[in-house]
């Protein structure tokens, strides 16, 4: 419904809708309508028709599929009869604004934001949220169990000894030397913090059905940007959560997950997005049953 509020003339409309429907009052402001009665008037014109000082923003992207990025931006100026080729430059600039620089000739579905709409486009709620959890004992106890379990595979492979230079790459060497040094309780107080989180995490779920993340933290870098030979295992671990800030997460708590290419940046590398589920008995984890009842959370940007 709507509720307009008049002083002198006609200063605040609020409208209140349900999600998705375009109320009538939206058409009328934008002339798209008649008014049933009284007049509408902006900057003393009397509105009976679209006029070019009245836009209309919709809450989801309005896009045409089969124009290209900057194709959708310049619609605005073709169908005011305007020349596109005009604008062309300033939709360029505006582009790289948003940071859709090099995206001008991709179609809108091969954006890394087209898996979110797709997603509504179902009939999922896509809503911006994230589970609320402790990431630095998350992170911490990772690192704990990482260092382990690597001294454990390596012990394997060679006996039980501990490796002698030049047999694993001094990265394995490193990881596996800080792993003995980890007693028994720290190991158990690891696995205690990863179980809390775990649960931590795992309660976000029963609210939402998916939680739609990045595959990467940025786009993929050149091979051998993180060698083996480096010594540094925190500086390595740091690196490795800021390359993949969600997907570690759920190796640590086991819930269902998986990496989709959904998009493809300038430089013609691929851009993955993340599905995450909830642990789903006798049903597809990522597969709502209830598409008109599914939530999906969105990490933000």
Not at 40 to 69: C, E, N
Not at 137 to 161: D, E, I, K, P, Y
């Amino acid at each position: 419904m709507g509720l307009f509020r008049k002083y002198a003339e006609l200063r605040l409309l609020t409208v209140r809708k349900s999600r998705g429907v375009l109320c009538a009052q939206d058409r009328v402001l934008a002339g798209l309508r008649p008014a049933s009665r009284g007049d509408i008037v902006v900057d003393g014109q009397r509105v009976t028709h679209p006029i070019s000082k009245v836009g209309m923003v919709f809450q989801a992207a309005v896009l045409l599929k089969w124009r290209s990025v900057l194709e959708n931006v310049l619609l605005p100026a073709e169908l005011a009869g305007l020349n596109p080729a005009r604008y062309r430059d300033r939709a360029r600039e505006l582009l790289k604004l948003v940071g859709l620089g090099g995206f001008e000739a991709k179609r809108p579905g091969e954006l890394s934001g087209g898996m979110a709409r797709l997603c509504a486009e179902f009939g999922h709620i896509v809503e911006e949220a994230a589970p609320e959890f402790d990431l630095a004992a998350a992170r911490g106890a990772f690192a704990t169990a990482f260092q382990a379990n690597t001294t454990a595979n390596v012990g394997r492979a060679t006996g039980g000894r501990f490796p002698e230079p030049g047999l694993v790459e001094p990265l394995t060497r490193a990881i596996a030397e800080r792993g003995m040094a980890i007693s028994a309780p720290d190991y158990i107080r690891a696995l205690q913090a990863m179980h809390r989180e775990s649960r931590r995490i795992a309660g976000f779920f029963t609210g939402y059905d998916v939680w739609l993340t990045p595959t990467l933290g940025m786009l993929p870098p050149k091979v051998g940007a993180y060698g083996a030979g480096v010594t540094d295992v925190d500086l390595w671990l740091a690196q490795l959560m800021e390359f993949l800030p969600f997907t570690w997460i759920f190796n640590v708590i086991g819930q269902p997950a998986m990496s989709v290419p959904t998009a493809m940046s300038p430089e013609g590398l691929p851009v993955g997005t993340h599905f995450a589920g909830r642990v789903r008995r006798g049903e597809h984890p990522l597969r709502p049953g209830r598409p008109d009842r599914a939530r999906t959370a969105m990490a933000a940007n």
